[in-house]
């Protein structure tokens, strides 16, 4: 009996050795995002806003947010007329200075409202009383 | 190519047939995302067919196959799975896991637009697959739907509640 459901999968992994996991970031074209990833597992997309969303693995007794995906790229690229090949890489940073140019919102509401909570990470300046 | 169901008429869905770029599943493999690869073959394949709700357009922005408006185009599919699945050692098989609990599965597709001269036969593009936290009031339907989606298409009868 196949260890696969279907007979295309079965197929494919004859001529495929299963790829062993590595934690990656990668551009996902056909959503126009950034993927960061760092394990392996079945996982839930929490979608924050319109520019973010982190993955939350299943099937674990703890909270364990093991990648997130940052929407829109190639769109701002293009509205913006940046140009996709340049003398190196863009830094991240160019990337998201952009982005945040083009939705300010989105990224003040995750700043505060996400990173202060759900990563425990203190902001300066954020006022927790009157968030809670 | 998989079996699903197209909304071109609201009223009389059809089955027709989907697909997945190779290109895709070698990526995918490469980068060792083999527990997305069991769920296509344990929930996607299999069950693309008894997807029960229905959406069109993506709201946010999105560049996809040369438009900038590729966001109203996406279509996505959900339904509640009777399982998960995950690969976590790749030297042995895929595991069958109970379903993620307080979720729905999506996939997102790709209408077959400019690609209809190559692959006539294929209705649309699979683009993406996982699991999203359920409307606690629309069992299968995605938590704040409206804010994700632009607009509903359709509900199939038959889900686990009727």
């Known amino acids: 009996m196949s260890d696969f459901e279907t007979s295309a999968m079965a197929q494919f992994f004859k001529e495929n050795f299963p790829g062993t996991f590595q934690p990656c970031a990668y551009y996902d074209k056909h959503l126009d995002c950034i993927r960061v990833q760092i394990k392996d597992c079945s996982f839930t997309e929490i979608r924050l806003n319109k520019i973010f969303t982190i993955y939350q693995a299943n099937h674990t007794d703890n909270v364990e947010y093991i990648g997130f995906s940052i929407k829109g790229i190639r769109y701002v690229f293009e509205k913006m007329n940046l140009p996709m090949k340049k003398d190196g890489p863009y830094l991240l940073a160019e990337i998201l200075d952009a982005i945040i140019k083009e939705n300010p919102e989105n990224f003040s509401d995750l700043i505060q409202r996400e990173f202060s909570n759900r990563l425990d990470l203190p902001v300066e300046g954020f006022d927790y009383q009157e968030a809670a | ?162």
């Open chain 2, 1 to 162: 190519m998989i079996d699903g169901w197209a909304l071109d008429d609201q009223k009389k869905p059809e089955v027709k047939q989907f697909g997945i770029l190779q290109g895709d599943l070698i990526r995918l493999n490469e980068r060792g995302q083999i527990s997305m690869l069991a769920q296509f073959d344990g929930i996607v394949a299999p069950g693309l067919i008894i997807a029960r709700h229905f959406f069109r357009g993506l709201n946010r922005r999105l560049y996809d196959d040369g438009s900038m408006e590729a966001d109203e185009d996406k279509l996505i599919h959900t339904w509640r799975p009777t399982n998960d699945f995950d690969w976590p050692y790749p030297y042995s098989k895929p595991r069958k896991l109970p379903p993620v609990q307080n979720c729905t599965f999506v996939v997102i597709i790709s209408p077959n637009k400019r690609h209809k001269e190559n692959w006539p036969e294929i209705y649309g593009w699979i683009n993406r697959w996982n699991w999203v936290d359920e409307d606690p009031k629309l069992p299968e339907v995605p938590l704040n739907w409206s804010s994700r989606y632009k607009e509903k298409l359709y509900t199939r009868k038959g889900g686990r509640n009727e």
